[in-house]
């Protein structure tokens, strides 16, 4: 398998073994390529869905400086490895520190107490001391750092940018693992994506935390979001990164896996499948079962 330079392959897209993929060219996200004949037959550079479809032409992006999407300078390259550097260091050193904590006193817990008060408080001392510190940590960066997630369309080489990336690692390393991936299916979960800046209406079930630009969505009441599934609320389009809002609409179920992206209206009672894909853009019709890479009525 090969992919040459320039080539960009999107979010939970599939390339086959022993694909050549020339350069310059666009897989959407959950895409697969065309065959290889096709590939050489064909000079189309964009392909979306599975199978794949050509896409004779895109929208296009708002312009930017080549210092800002392809040829960036050397401070902006220095400013950009600081902040990379921040983010990938900042979770783990924030693991180690509460772990040390949870260690030392659920060590004095389990050598000192009898066996009903360890069982009975050995998950508030994870919660005190891991859980809540992990997740409550993300919750004041994004709001220091972000504030409120907007609609926008920056350039890849440019601080917003590497904000966004910044809180959505940490978002992954520290609130996922050691809280919210315990509370998929239960009510918890809504509630605490609502402290992130989702809006979340009632008796939502989630089982996902496949969320970023938490201020991007709305979940109607009674939706079921189920495994895996992602309202994705930014794509990167000729290196810059564009952010639109997702709103879904009450009682639809989004199906395990499938992905919705931005500036999307899913209507109330709607019904996608799983591993489908919501192109950017679409009005779903209020009652109407939806299947596919790209979607399709049913």
């Excluded at 950017?280 to 009525?297: F, H, I, N, Y």
Aim: glycine share 8%.
């Amino acid at each position: 398998t090969e992919i040459e330079s320039g080539t960009f392959v999107g979010n939970s897209a599939l390339i086959p073994q022993g694909t050549k993929l020339p350069g310059n060219m666009l897989i959407g996200v959950l895409s697969i390529p065309p065959d290889q004949k096709e590939l050489e037959q064909n000079q189309a550079k964009d392909w979306f869905g599975s199978p794949a479809i050509a896409l004779p032409r895109r929208q296009e992006s708002n312009p930017f400086s080549a210092e800002l999407t392809s040829n960036p300078s050397f401070l902006r390259r220095l400013a950009r490895a600081t902040v990379e550097f921040i983010r990938i260091v900042l979770p783990e050193t924030l693991i180690i520190i509460f772990s040390i904590f949870f260690i030392a006193y659920g060590h004095d817990l389990i050598t000192q107490e009898p066996l009903y008060k360890i069982i009975l408080l050995f998950p508030f001392y994870y919660l005190g001391f891991m859980g809540l510190p992990a997740f409550f940590t993300t919750v004041i960066l994004k709001y220091i750092f972000i504030g409120k997630f907007k609609a926008q369309q920056k350039p890849m080489w440019t601080d917003k940018v590497w904000r966004s990336e910044a809180i959505t690692t940490t978002y992954e390393a520290l609130s996922v693992p050691f809280l919210l991936d315990y509370m998929r299916g239960t009510p918890w979960l809504p509630l605490a994506m609502q402290l992130l800046g989702v809006k979340v209406c009632k008796r939502v079930w989630m089982n996902t935390t496949d969320i970023t630009e938490f201020d991007m969505v709305s979940i109607g009441d009674d939706v079921a979001l189920n495994e895996n599934c992602g309202p994705q609320t930014h794509l990167f389009e000729d290196r810059v990164m564009k952010v639109g809002a997702i709103k879904i609409g009450a009682r639809s179920s989004i199906g395990a896996g499938t992905i919705i992206l931005y500036d999307t209206e899913i209507g109330t009672d709607c019904k996608i499948d799983a591993l489908s894909l919501v192109m950017k853009g679409e009005r779903l019709a209020t009652e109407t079962d939806w299947v596919g890479s790209p979607v399709q009525p049913v």
